[in-house]
């Protein structure tokens, strides 16, 4: 929202409606926010039915307290998206490589004393976060002149103080410089991990996963502090309290350098770990049962190989795209899709009585991740029987049960939606109750989606999170009319060229600001 709109009535409750919409997606309530700002439950109220008059000085504390930007000062305010939906889409659209093996890859690049160049590399803001921190830590990073081939070379010394704390607090993945950096320095600092609003995720199985590699970590005033010892046996076996993708990695890298064999045990088999165990087999590491749920790995002190790696494709993108064809009941294709991966995903869907065919498979660039052309077709979707709920790969992946919310509101019956993992990811769902589903939240784990969906144009607010936030915007695509879906700049962490792409298959989407 502009200043110039600011003493009108209707801007009023425009910003009345964004404070509401801000808060529920913070999960507070009036009083909640009221204690926030040093205000009366009652003054909020007034404020979000637009009939208090509001200063710019109080108008910046309400973001501030909402940690949304509300209203923008000048012309690159954030990014919202009209939607023109109701329509199918068509043609063909390809995967691109996964934000989740970026990062983990871009972390692991640390060990390496040759160069590692990595091929393929999608350019999203979780991946600029994280090369702004190397960067700030010495490391020289280059794009290729095509933009997706980056190469990267780490100095012998790192400047571990001039670490870029704002964007290292802006990713959780930096986590994952622990298992690195513990084989270059005593002690070092590292900004506390940030991301997506999906409440409380613990780092205590990191902590856990690399004491047994002498790393002591305390968390103080905004940043871990690390100190390390060497680890105390020449051989050592982890089990992972959490079968967790990061937590994995971090344990991967720990290994990576360490002399010995270190066996690691609940290890997650998921697509980005496979991904990472390529990479340092790459450079010389030994490593048994890569894609199962123990990984032995062969350490060397000093790993110096000039190494290409491929980032292989995406399954969440797959799922985006492929629920992107199927809420707007097209006929379509989604190349590259990863389809190991994606395997329950699909045959949940087949339950769901979606027509697909696959192409014969055939393999990434990594020379490993199995790839198929998904073709879909329109189809009369029912609710499954059972609960659709996650599980660690070999299950339905955690990040693509959000759109299944999206697809049953599109199926006749009632589905039962069951996130146990996050703890605020779930209570997002319920936007799409904005644009006409029937989305109620039992609890904040589960939700039962009852459909077929008459969608209905709206105008939302992005939850802070970033598959719901594509999950509305995939709804704007069915629904007839013109939808607006404000500050989206989150998409941006995990989704290239999105809007572009979906435009390109037909979709009516345009950016605006402000
Ligand atoms: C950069 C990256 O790769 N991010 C992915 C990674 O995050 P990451 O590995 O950081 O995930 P977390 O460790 O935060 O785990 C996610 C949540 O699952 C819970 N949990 C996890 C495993 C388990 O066995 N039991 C359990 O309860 C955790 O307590 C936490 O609440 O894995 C998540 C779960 O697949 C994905 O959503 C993220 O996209
Ligand atoms: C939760 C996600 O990722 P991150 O771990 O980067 O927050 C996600 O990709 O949906």
Not at 116 to 132: C, F, Y
Not at 204 to 218: C, S, T
């Amino acid at each position: 929202m502009t200043l110039t709109d600011l003493p009108t009535d209707d801007a009023m409750r425009r910003i009345g409606a964004l404070v509401r919409d801000a808060r529920r997606h913070r999960g507070l309530t009036q009083q909640q926010l009221a204690e926030r700002l040093a205000t009366s439950q009652s003054a909020v109220a007034r404020i979000e039915q637009g009939s208090q008059n509001l200063t710019l000085e109080f108008l910046g504390r309400l973001s501030a307290a909402l940690d949304s930007e509300l209203i923008s000062l000048g012309p690159a305010g954030p990014a919202h998206l009209r939607v023109t939906g109701g329509h199918p889409l068509r043609g063909r659209v390809a995967v691109k490589s996964s934000k989740n093996a970026a990062v983990a890859l871009l972390c692991a690049a640390l060990l390496n004393r040759g160069r590692t160049t990595l091929r393929n590399v999608s350019r999203i803001v979780e991946v600029e976060r994280i090369l702004d921190v190397l960067r700030s830590i010495g490391v020289a990073a280059t794009w290729d002149e095509h933009g997706h081939d980056l190469t990267l070379v780490v100095p012998d010394e790192l400047d571990l103080d001039g670490v870029d704390a704002d964007a290292a607090r802006r990713t959780r993945s930096i986590i994952m410089f622990l298992g690195p950096l513990l084989h270059r320095a005593r002690t070092f600092r590292l900004p506390y991990a940030g991301g997506c609003d999906l409440g409380t995720r613990t780092v205590q199985p990191h902590m856990i996963a690399l004491r047994p590699f002498g790393l002591d970590v305390e968390a103080h005033a905004g940043e871990y502090r690390a100190t390390v010892d060497g680890p105390a046996a020449a051989d050592r076996t982890i089990v992972l309290t959490e079968r967790g993708d990061t937590v994995t990695e971090n344990a991967l890298l720990a290994a990576a350098r360490t002399n010995g064999t270190t066996t690691i045990r609940n290890a997650s088999s998921n697509y980005m770990v496979q991904d990472l165990c390529l990479y340092l087999q790459l450079l010389g590491v030994g490593i048994e049962g890569l894609g199962t749920t123990t990984l032995v790995v062969h350490g060397r002190p000093v790993l110096e190989a000039d190494v290409d790696y491929t980032i292989s494709e995406d399954p969440v993108e797959a799922m985006s795209l492929l629920t992107a064809g199927i809420v707007t009941g097209s006929e379509l294709t989604v190349d590259r899709a990863p389809v190991e991966f994606l395997q329950v995903e699909l045959a949940v869907l087949a339950e769901m009585g979606l027509r697909f065919e696959l192409s014969p498979e055939y393999l990434a660039a990594n020379g490993h991740t199995r790839l198929a052309d998904v073709t879909i077709r329109p189809s009369e979707l029912h609710a499954p029987i059972d609960k659709v709920h996650p599980m660690p790969f070999p299950g339905l992946n955690i990040d693509n049960l959000p759109f299944f919310a999206v697809i049953a509101a599109q199926a006749q019956g009632a589905t039962l939606i069951h996130d146990w993992v996050y703890d605020n990811r779930a209570i997002h769902l319920s936007d799409l109750t904005r644009l006409g589903a029937d989305v109620r939240l039992l609890d904040p784990h589960r939700v039962l989606v009852t459909g077929p969906t008459r969608w209905s144009s709206a105008e939302v607010v992005c939850p802070p999170a970033l598959r719901p936030a594509v999950c509305i915007l995939l709804a704007m695509l069915a629904a007839k009319g013109t939808s607006v879906l404000r500050n989206v700049d989150i998409i941006a962490r995990g989704y290239e060229q999105l809007y572009e792409r979906l435009v390109e298959m037909g979709a009516d989407i345009e950016v605006f600001r402000d």
